[in-house]
């Protein structure tokens, strides 16, 4: 599996140098340029932009750290803070081509600051890899604008539960206590009509796909509690031809023409099938029998509508603030507690892009 990671990597430099070499725009006036494509629509869980957060959350004593067993549903608080990072932009055969060289990085942090005795930190999701490569071509054929390709080589995620979550585990009687949810995967996105004119009214469509590079999407140490509880189907230690090693996703944003005071209406959607992890966090040391909670295929739904202004006569970072309501629903799609299922969520969502 080394040798297949190293020749990946390959692949991308020389694709990366490539590309570059042939393209119109000179090598170094597409150093570090911002690209107006490529970037995440606004129902993406895991966004290259920064996002806040505040949801009216389905309440699970596995997360809930003040026990506030009485409460169907809480208020919670998450932030995402992503980047997008460009190395090189530039057109190929004039405008019809175009290529960027990007690095995609994020952070989820939720926090429970609505636990006045604490306000702790229940989990931090990263997501880090290999720069990301995005072709587009521009057609401008009826409905179709354009279409790119992109794909991200390799890419790592990692996630952390807080300590005071974890250490309320241990004395609330758990049999699990934390569940080392760290893969590597590649990443392949088709999408139809990038809005590269965030001026214009816009339908975009996109495809993706995460593909993992080998072992599962988690593990557990033994000595993070009973793993004979654990479905094996999704850890390392099991043949990778058992372990459902993909996500896929389709997402739909639009929006409206902009107004002349810079304000435009976004609406945004994705569809996601992907992997309930096999272990139930809620199961206690004292349980007998334990149950085992088999790993699963679910369908997870993410809807944002509200309004952007965009800054006059700008078009780079932080040009453009948003601010709506964001509906989620499916597994919860933080961390270790990816095992829940039927978890739901509605608030307000502030993005800055």
Known sequence: MKRVSLIGILMTIA??????????????????????????????????????????CKNNPVYDYGNHSDKRYRWQTMGVFGLNLPLWTGNIVDSTYALSVNMHLSANLWMDLFDFSTSPIVDTDYRIGLPTITFLHRVSVGFLHNYSVQWSPFKHESTHIGDETQIRYMDRGYAIRRV?????YTEFVFTVNEAEDRYAENHCLRLGLMLLWHG???????DAGDASIVDKNGTEFVPYVKRNPWELYLQYQYQSPTS????QGVASIEVRNRECYGYDLSVLA???????QKDKRVFTYNIFMGARYNTPNYDGYFSRI?????????????????SIANYSQAGICLMFE
Not at 260 to 263: D, L, N, S, T
Request: glycine share 10%; net charge positive; proline share 7%.
């Open 15 to 56: 694709i990366t140098l490539c590309a570059i070499e042939s393209a119109s725009t000179p090598f170094g006036r597409g150093l570090f340029r911002y690209a107006q494509f490529g970037h995440s629509l606004y129902a993406d869980m895991h966004p290259n932009f920064v996002r806040l957060d505040i949801p009216y």
């Open 180 to 184: 080392n949810v760290s893969y590597n």
């Open 216 to 222: 599962g999407w988690f593990n557990m140490d033994p």
């Open 260 to 263: 002349k005071h810079g304000f």
């Open 286 to 292: 004292t349980d007998d029998p334990k149950r085992l």
């Open 322 to 338: 948003a601010l709506g309501l964001r509906v989620y629903h499916g597994n919860c799609p933080y961390g270790q507690f990816r």
